[in-house]
């Protein structure tokens, strides 16, 4: 354990570029959101200040209408496609023009409840207070125009989970007029079975041409996008980031920020449950575009857990889908229930096993009372690892390592956890 925890160690500070930290050189040359928020944990089991650099560089990039972009480009690279020149968002530094998952708040409250250094968190947590309540903001408005508690996405890659069946019928609805040529760089570092197909980025990039040549106007982009789907995974991870950022706030006394909290956490609570698929017994995004349930099954569902969002009769039903999915797989968490059709062991988020994920789900499954579910998952987060190394993602079906080497999020997710007593 000590030299995994020193390989651990060595692969942040192998890709901290200086206040920021890249998920791995080459094929992720830059920073990225959630990828920053979850590796604050790993950074601050040796260096707390170090651990709040990393947030503050990320918030440092946060557009005027409160968002925080998905990707900051800080400093040119020629490894990644698409580059500031496809987004255009005309920033400084350059960023993508689209979001990811907002669990910084999540990451804040837990780096306050494991500080060594009370004084420096304290300080650092209050000083960024505004910063999450204004990102918060811009979900529940911009994200949500006629206040459902539900926010929609514009992208897939808003969700983190990029390639998941969860958007295949979205996707297929998607034009790719006017894509032109371009140059996949991240088939120059990764295996072209982990990743997604090439249908897969003329849309993306149809998606991003679209937002570019909108301007990247929150507001107009909602209704005008041509692919806008309410991803249970994200909306899940808001809740359990209000949550979150709702006890800060009362913690640093801001009251009026833990009121306007209170009400979008009900708001969600009840948008939320319209996802229930009863027919499955699990939670399911909704495509906004033809307002019905997607047609898969993946692991955001989970995340409804983490949430703490699940009434008692729906958690039985949905640890049930956990538990069948767990037995038909040597190495859990699948991103995609393993008897979907479509199920791919090794393409990034059509079956693949992610430590962050397993991370976010397992606390869900303490909250949920299956300490015993939290505790698979934290054993097979550690079992990929000392099998294979600190890979980007693994094989369910051999915990084979996948995508990128020397993955900074899943180094961090064994310092803050799955290598943890
Ligand atoms: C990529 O380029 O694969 C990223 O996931 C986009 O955020």
Known sequence: MADLDQAARAILRGNDLGGYTVPTAGLYPFQWNWDSCLVALGWATFDEARAWDEIDSLLSAQWDDGMVPHIVFHKPSPTYFPGPDVWGTGRTPPTSGITQPPVAATVVRRLLETATDTALTEARARSILPKLFAWHRWFHTHRDPQGEGLVGIIHPWETGRDNAADWDAAMAAVPTDGVGDYQRRDLQHVDADQRPKKADYDRYLYMVKHGREAGWVADGLHDSAPFCVADIGINALLLRADRDLAALAERFGDGAAAGALAGWIARSEAGLQRL??????????????????????????????????????????????????????????????????????????????????????????????????????????????????????????????????????????????????
Not at 308 to 326: C, E, I, K, T, Y
Not at 343 to 348: E, L, P, Q, V
């Open 276 to 421: 229930w698929h009863d027919g499955e017994g699990t939670y399911r995004s909704l495509d906004r575009r033809t307002g019905a349930l997607v047609d898969a099954s993946g692991s955001g569902a989970f995340l409804m857990l983490t949430a703490r969002a699940v009434p008692d009769d729906r958690r039985q039903r949905l640890l049930a889908m956990m538990d069948r999915w767990l037995a038909a797989v040597p190495y859990g968490v699948p991103s995609l229930d393993p008897a979907d059709p479509r199920f791919d062991a090794k393409r990034y988020w059509r079956g693949p096993c992610w430590l962050i994920m397993n991370y976010l789900i397992a606390d869900g499954c303490t909250w949920a009372g299956r300490p015993d579910l939290a505790a698979r998952l934290k054993a097979d987060s550690r079992a990929m690892v000392e099998k294979s190394g600190f890979w980007e993602y693994f094989d369910p079906t051999d915990g084979a390592g996948l995508g990128g080497d020397s993955f900074t999020w899943t180094a961090a997710m064994w310092l803050a956890w799955a290598g943890q007593a």
